[in-house]
């Protein structure tokens, strides 16, 4: 993992995990969805307003996991995330999982999100709140 970006911390709880104890793999993707939401916060942009917008919606149109080792109840993770601007109205975030007590990277994924206007459903250009937030993850 490196030094860049916006970084979470979370501890892996049981409801995370699947019958043989390990992270139920859907659920790496929502502990990335927390981190996106915490960063967001942390730029100041409240999360009520942004997620029931009317003037933008910001929906996840594609999104990846990569595995290298499981992660189990208990364990302390840190999820870094590094977003790029793709154009006017779309961008994507990477996030490197680790464990919290080493450098090992335990999984990647991959997020890729556009602006849409919510009563139309066409794309248009990012909101400047969110060009702010990308330009300083």
Same mark, same amino acid.
């Given at each position: 993992?490196?030094?860049? #970006? ?14 043989? #104890?390990?992270?139920?793999?859907? !659920? ?5 969805? /927390?981190?996106? *939401?915490?960063? @967001?916060? =942390?730029?100041? %942009?409240?999360?009520? $307003? ?5 003037? &933008? ?6 999104? $990846?996991?990569? &595995? ?7 364990? =302390?993770? @840190? %999820? *870094? ?6 154009? /006017? !109205? ?5 996030? *490197?999982?680790?464990?919290? !007590?080493? !450098?090992? @990277?335990?999984? /990647? ?14 794309? =248009?250009?990012?909101? $400047?709140? %969110?060009?702010?937030? @990308? *330009?300083?993850?």
């Amino acid at each position: 993992m490196t030094d860049l #970006g916006y970084i979470y911390k979370r501890t892996i709880r049981f409801q995370d995990t699947d019958a043989a #104890g390990v992270v139920y793999f859907a !659920n790496i993707l929502a502990i990335c969805h /927390e981190a996106y *939401e915490a960063s @967001l916060n =942390q730029a100041g %942009i409240n999360l009520k $307003s942004f997620f029931v917008n009317p003037d &933008f919606a910001i929906p996840i149109v594609h999104a $990846s996991v990569d &595995f290298r080792f499981p992660l189990f109840c208990g364990d =302390q993770i @840190l %999820i *870094e995330l590094n977003s790029e601007i793709i154009n /006017e !109205n779309s961008f994507k975030i990477q996030y *490197e999982i680790g464990l919290d !007590n080493s !450098n090992q @990277l335990i999984a /990647e994924a991959i997020t890729k999100h556009i602006c849409i206007n919510p009563k139309t459903r066409q794309r =248009q250009p990012l909101p $400047s709140a %969110i060009i702010h937030w @990308l *330009e300083k993850a």
